[in-house]
C-alpha cells in the first residue's frame, strides 16, 4: 500500500514540474511553409537530381524528414482546408476544388474554427501570405477566419510577374505546356485588391513575411507563408532561369528556376529568423499541398519514386515533401518513415501553443512526441475520399476504387507499399480478404463524414494499367 502511495506520489510530482516547465516555456512562433504543387522527387534531399535546392536539404538537416507525409487531397483547396481546419475535409463538405464557386459563397464554413482562430486566443499575432484558395467572398475571407494580415491572393493561382515591370520579366504568350497561358500578377491586401508589383511574386512574398514578423516582436506569431510556386504559370526571371540555361526544354527549364526561386526564399525565411534570434523557438514546417501535375508537360516535373501525379489517389498524387525542424525540441537530421498525415500537424502546433479546441472535431495525432522519442505514429487508416472514388491505407496495404470513365463500373486495386511503393501490382484478386477488411474501414469512416457540399467541375483520368480501361482516379 505504501509502495503504491509513494509511487503516485511520485508520478504526481512529475507530472507538476513537467506542467510547471511547460507552462514557464514561452510559447513557440510557427512558420507553416506550403508550397504548391511541389513535386516529391523535385527536392534534392528527396533524391532529385535536377534542381539544387540546398536551403529545403538544410532544413532537413537541421530537421526531420518525413518520407511518407501525406495530404488529404490531391488538389488544392481541398488538402488545404483539412491543413487549417486539422480535420478531414469531408466533416464539413469541403471535398472538391471550388471551380470559381469560391466567387458564390464556397468557402470554409462559419461554423468550422481554423489554426489561426485558436491560436490568436493563445496571444498570437496571425498573417497568411500568399494562396487562400479557400474562399472569394467577404464572409469567407481569411480575415474573417482569425488571420491578422492578409496579402496574397484567394483564387487558385495568379501570375508572378507584372507585365509593366521593370524588364526583367520572360513572359511568354502562351507559356508552353499550360492549359491557362499567360496571366499578370494578382494581388490583394487586407479586403483590398492591390496593385500588381515589380519583381518576382516569390521574392515578394517572402519580403511581407519578415515584414510581419518584424512588425511586433513582444507576441508569439503564427506565420502561414503560402507560395504559390512552383504552381501554373510558368514563369520565371533571368535571375533564376540563367542557373538552368543547360536544360533545352523551356518548360522543364522554367519550372527548375521557379523551384529554385522557391528554395531561396525558404532559405532568407530561415536565414532572416537566424538573424533576429528566433530559430530556437521557432517551430517551422514544410510541406507540398500535393503531388505536382503531369499537365505541365512530360518530365517537367517529379514525383519520383512514385507513380501519379496531383488529382491521382496514386502515391504521386497525395505522398508529399514534408520536413520540420524545432531546434532543441526536434532531432536534427532524422528520417522518419512512419506514415504521418497533414492535420497531423494541425493537432501538433495547436498542443505546441497550448491552444483548446473545444468541442470541435480535431483529427490526428501530436506528432512532435513521437518524433522527439522516436515511436511510431499509432496504427490508423488514412482515407482519401472524392465523390463515388476513394482511396485508403491501413498498414502497408492501399486499396483504391475507382470509377470508371466509360460509366460501366468502378475498378478496384490494391497495392503493397511496403513491397511496390510504385504501385505497379494490382493484388486485388489475389486478396480478396483484405480488399473486403480495407472497404469495412472505408464504409466506417465514411458514415461519420459528411456528403460533399458543392460538385466538382474536373475529372482526372488515367489508365492504371497497360490494357485496363480507364478510371477516374479522381472525381
Known sequence: MFNRWLLGF???????????????????????????????????????????????????????????????????????????????QQRFGYEFNPVRRDLEGVGIPQGVRILPEFLRERGYRTALIGKWHLGRTRETHPLNHGFDRFIGFSPGATGYLHAAGDGDEWLPDPVPGVPQGFFDMRLEEGYERAAPRDGYLTDILTDEALAFVDADRSRPFFLTLAYNAPHTPLQATRRYLERYAHIENQS?????????????????????????????????????????????????????????????YLEG?????????WPGRLPRGRVYEAPVMSFDWSRSILAAAGAVVGDQPVDGVDVLPLVAAGRATPDRPLVWRTGPNYALRS?????????????????????????????????????PEIVARLTREFEGWNARMQPPSFDSERRFSAPMAEGEPAVNLYN
Open 317 to 325: 498524387g497525395v505522398r508529399v515533401p514534408m520536413i520540420v525542424a
Open 252 to 312: 522543364e527549364r522554367i519550372y527548375a528556376a521557379m523551384v529554385s526561386a522557391l528554395d531561396d526564399n525558404v532559405g532568407r525565411v530561415l536565414d532572416g529568423l537566424e538573424e533576429r534570434g528566433l530559430t530556437e523557438n521557432t517551430l517551422v514546417v514544410f510541406l507540398s499541398d500535393n503531388g505536382c501535375p503531369d499537365y505541365i508537360g512530360e518530365g517537367v516535373c517529379s514525383n519520383a519514386p512514385f507513380r501519379g501525379f496531383k488529382g491521382m
Open 10 to 88: 511520485a508520478a504526481l510530482a512529475l507530472s507538476a514540474c513537467v506542467s510547471t516547465s511547460a507552462e514557464q516555456a514561452p510559447p513557440p512562433n510557427i512558420v507553416l511553409i506550403i508550397a504548391d504543387d511541389l513535386g516529391y522527387g523535385d527536392l534534392g534531399v528527396y533524391g532529385g537530381r535536377r534542381i539544387a535546392t540546398p536551403n529545403i536539404d538544410a532544413l532537413a538537416a537541421r530537421g526531420v524528414r518525413f518520407t511518407n507525409g501525406y495530404v488529404t487531397s490531391a488538389v488544392c483547396a481541398p488538402s488545404r482546408a483539412s491543413l487549417l481546419s486539422g480535420r478531414y
Open 395 to 431: 498498414g502497408d496495404w492501399k486499396l483504391i476504387v475507382s470509377e470508371r470513365t466509360d460509366g460501366a463500373g468502378f475498378v478496384t486495386h490494391l497495392f503493397n507499399l511496403r513491397d511496390d511503393p510504385g504501385e505497379t501490382r494490382n493484388l486485388a484478386a489475389e486478396h
